[in-house]
């Protein structure tokens, strides 16, 4: 699972914007290799390579996403 706190910023920014690499601060490469990772976490989502990216919540990044959410009983 990602955690660079990166990650959340572009996360916040990516639907708004789409470039994740002035979004981050790192240069083109790492950028996309950070939008990548979260595409293969299932974080995010598109129907193609280079096309637009869509939110996704999946099961087990829940705690990741929303710190405390579910807090434990």
Request: no cysteine.
């Amino acid at each position: 699972m990602i955690s660079k706190p990166e990650a959340f910023d572009l996360l916040e920014q990516v639907l708004q914007r789409g470039e994740a690499a002035h979004i981050t601060g790192f240069k083109e490469r790492s950028a996309r290799d950070l939008l990548t990772a979260l595409v293969a976490d299932d974080i995010l989502s598109s129907d193609t390579p280079k096309g637009p990216v869509s939110l996704r919540f999946p099961l087990d990044a829940a705690e990741a996403l929303f710190p405390n959410l579910f807090p434990e009983t």
